[in-house]
């Protein structure tokens, strides 16, 4: 794979330390800033939601700027944004600040899923995403379960600080590695924009992006709320959803590395073995969390499973939207996000029914069981080889 592959990892690597972080900071901010637990929580509904409406609106200004200058712009804005929610007394402005920072989070992974694609061979693109996304659970590995102990140890606001550091290296990075016109410039980036988004009436593309909002709306629903499990539920104490968050992200990266090798030539494979054993995942996590010994061995299975999946579903976003060679990015980006501002809402009013703490798993597995309904059937997209 080629190295600017992994310097756009290390700049995914913040962002989504960022992202994820939320899941074991939410019961101080909500302390902090006088709120509840699930008010807290809409934060990363916040943050999925202007990522949402950020891809497809920034990937569209970029598409005819270069990708170096596009993806630093967006990686500076992202810093901007942390060091104002770390100084900042007001849930209402650190709201604010979070669907900033998911705008420019949108406008820099919606073009550099586009350059990853583009910096190599067409059968290639399940492997460039893998590196992609690496950073992504590289940092359910390392960057949120160390937001959370230094949460912990010190404050909510050191991790913002942190993550706002964690931009200086990614933006040198962008700038030493990754030339300056590689992607979106790819060979068909004469495409009108109006034909671009003209793809998004095809059914097979409309259908896997549900797929991929769905999944990744049980994703977020679970692991957004999963410290008030571990704390509670399972009576643990708080040093323990450090070591949950950890066992989160190495399945996270266990599964989206394996998957990598498979997506492109047998996707179908991936998900029909993935796909159920995700569904029996979450309410066997709801009825065993009170036992630790069980409970955590399923969190790194789940995060294992979430991330196979999801990581294969994104590469069929690409294949499918192939005709839309600068917007396929930003459509992959604002699938999985609808699902991630969704999941964290329906999760918070499951934690007001009599399954407490759990009740967000119970909503995972409801929606993983919605996608296998709705992406069963031989003409399924996700059947489908690389084309």
Not at 87 to 116: I, P
Not at 252 to 275: K, Q
Request: charged share 10%.
């Amino acid at each position: 794979m080629p190295l600017p592959l992994y310097l756009l990892a290390l700049a995914v690597f913040a962002m989504g330390t960022s992202e994820f972080m939320l899941a074991g900071l939410v019961p101080d901010i909500a302390a902090d800033l006088d709120v509840s637990v699930g008010t807290a929580g809409t934060l990363t509904t916040a943050f999925a939601a202007g990522m949402v409406v950020g891809a497809p609106s920034m990937a569209a200004l970029a598409r005819n700027l270069p990708a170096r200058a596009s993806l630093l712009g967006c990686v500076l804005v992202f810093l901007a944004s942390h060091a104002a929610g770390a100084v900042t007394s007001s849930f209402a402005v650190l709201f604010a600040t979070r669907v900033v920072a998911a705008l420019a989070n949108a406008g820099f992974l919606a073009v550099a899923l586009t350059t990853a694609a583009a910096l190599v061979p067409p059968d290639r693109k399940g492997r460039a995403l893998a590196v992609l996304l690496s950073g992504t659970t590289v940092a359910t590995i390392a960057g949120v379960p160390g937001g959370s102990l230094l949460g912990t140890l010190l404050d909510w606001r050191a991790t913002f600080w942190a993550v706002a550091a964690l931009c200086l290296p990614a933006a040198a990075g962008i700038l030493a590695g990754v030339p300056a016109r590689t992607g979106p410039r790819v060979p068909d980036a004469g495409t009108p924009l109006r034909a671009e988004l003209a793809r998004l009436g095809d059914r097979r593309l409309l259908t896997v992006m549900l797929l991929g909002a769905l999944v990744n709306a049980a994703t977020f629903a679970s692991f957004t709320f999963l410290a008030p499990v571990v704390t509670g539920t399972a009576g643990l104490g708080e040093l323990w959803v450090t070591v949950a968050l950890v066992l989160f992200g190495a399945g996270s990266l266990t599964g989206v590395t394996v998957a990598g090798r498979f997506s492109d030539r047998r996707p179908g494979a991936v998900v029909a073995v993935c796909a159920p054993a995700l569904l029996l995942g979450w309410p066997a996590l709801a009825l065993l969390a009170d036992r630790p010994a069980a409970l955590l061995p399923l969190v790194f299975a789940q995060g294992a499973l979430s991330f196979a999946v999801g990581g294969t579903l994104i590469t069929r976003v690409l294949y499918a939207a192939s005709g839309a060679p600068t917007m396929a990015g930003s459509y992959a980006t604002a699938a999985l996000n609808t699902g991630a501002a969704a999941g964290p809402l329906l999760a918070a009013t499951a934690l007001g029914t009599p399954a407490g703490a759990t009740g967000p798993l119970w909503v995972s597995g409801a929606l993983v069981g919605v996608a296998l309904l709705v992406g069963r059937g031989p003409g399924s997209p996700v059947s489908r080889p690389a084309s």
